[in-house]
C-alpha cells in the first residue's frame, strides 16, 4: 500500500532554515501531485504547497517567499525547505498525496520546534 | 481563502447510535460546470495518518465502511456515522478543493 514517511531534524533554531524529506513507497512518485500540510499545536491544518515529479509547484501565497519544494524521482522523495523560520512555524508536518485537491495519503507527520 | 467551518467542536454518542458532523464553507464550493461539491472528510486517530473517507462531498473511498455517508452541497455539508463503532473515536475534519489553497476545517471530536 501507499505508505509516505516523513524526516527531518526535530529541532530548527530561529531565523534558519527547516529542511524535511518525504519518501514515498508503494506507488510510482510520478503518479500524482505530492503536498505538504502542517498542524500548529493546537491550531488547524494549513497546506503549504504541492510538486509533481517534474518539479512543477504551487505554494500557499502566505509562504511562497519562504517556501522551496523540490522532487528527487530517482530516491522516490519530495523535500521542503522554510526559510526564516520563527516560533510560529513549530508545528507537525505532514507529507500528502494530492496537490490542490483532496488528499488519498497521508504520512504519520514529524514534529518540528522553532527554539533557541 | 475560503474559511471551513465545523460543529460541534466534539460530540459524544452511544455505540449504535448516529454521529452528525456539520461543516460549512465561507463560500460555495459547488463548480457549476461539472456539478461536483469539492469537498472532502478525513477521520485522524491518534498515532495514525490522516484518512480519507469521502471526497466530492458524497463518494466514500475505497474500503471505508459504508456506515460513513457525505451530504449536502453549495456551502453547507454533513458526515454521518450512522451506527458508531468503538473504533469511529477520533477527530474529523472537512477540507475544500475548490479553490487555493486548499483550506481545512478546525475538526470535530467523536467520542463515545
Known amino acids: 500500500q501507499v505508505q509516505l514517511q516523513e524526516s527531518g531534524p526535530g529541532l530548527v533554531k530561529p531565523s534558519e532554515t527547516l529542511s524535511l524529506t518525504c519518501t514515498v513507497s508503494?506507488?510510482?512518485?510520478?503518479?500524482?501531485?505530492w503536498s505538504w500540510i502542517r498542524q500548529p499545536p493546537g491550531k488547524g491544518l494549513e497546506w503549504l504547497g504541492c510538486?509533481?515529479?517534474?518539479?512543477?509547484?504551487n505554494y500557499n501565497v502566505s509562504l511562497k517567499s519562504r517556501l522551496t519544494m523540490s522532487v528527487d524521482t530517482s530516491k522516490s522523495q519530495v523535500s521542503l525547505k522554510l526559510t526564516s523560520v520563527t516560533a510560529a512555524d513549530t508545528a507537525l508536518y505532514y507529507c500528502?498525496?494530492?496537490?490542490?485537491?483532496?488528499?488519498?495519503?497521508w504520512g504519520l507527520g514529524t514534529l518540528v520546534t522553532v527554539s533557541s | 481563502d475560503i474559511v471551513m467551518t465545523q460543529s460541534p467542536d466534539s460530540l459524544a454518542v452511544s455505540l449504535g447510535e448516529r454521529a452528525t458532523i456539520n461543516c460549512k464553507s465561507s463560500?460555495?464550493?459547488?463548480?457549476?460546470?461539472?456539478?461536483?461539491?469539492?469537498l472532502a472528510w478525513y477521520q485522524h486517530k491518534p498515532g495514525q495518518p490522516p484518512r480519507l473517507l469521502i471526497y466530492?462531498?458524497?463518494t466514500r473511498e475505497s474500503g471505508v465502511p459504508d456506515r460513513f455517508s457525505g451530504s449536502g452541497s453549495g456551502t453547507d455539508f454533513t458526515l454521518t456515522i450512522s451506527s458508531l463503532q468503538a473504533e469511529d473515536v477520533a477527530l474529523y475534519y472537512c477540507?475544500?478543493?475548490?479553490?487555493?489553497?486548499?483550506?481545512f476545517g478546525g475538526g470535530t471530536k467523536v467520542e463515545i
Open positions: 500528502a498525496r494530492g496537490g490542490k485537491s483532496y488528499f488519498s495519503s
Open positions: 508503494g506507488v510510482s512518485i510520478r503518479s500524482n501531485f
Open positions: 510538486i509533481n515529479y517534474s518539479g512543477n509547484t
Open positions: 463560500q460555495s464550493v459547488l463548480y457549476s460546470s461539472d456539478s461536483k461539491n469539492y
Open positions: 466530492w462531498a458524497t
Open positions: 477540507q475544500q478543493y475548490y479553490s487555493s489553497p486548499p483550506t
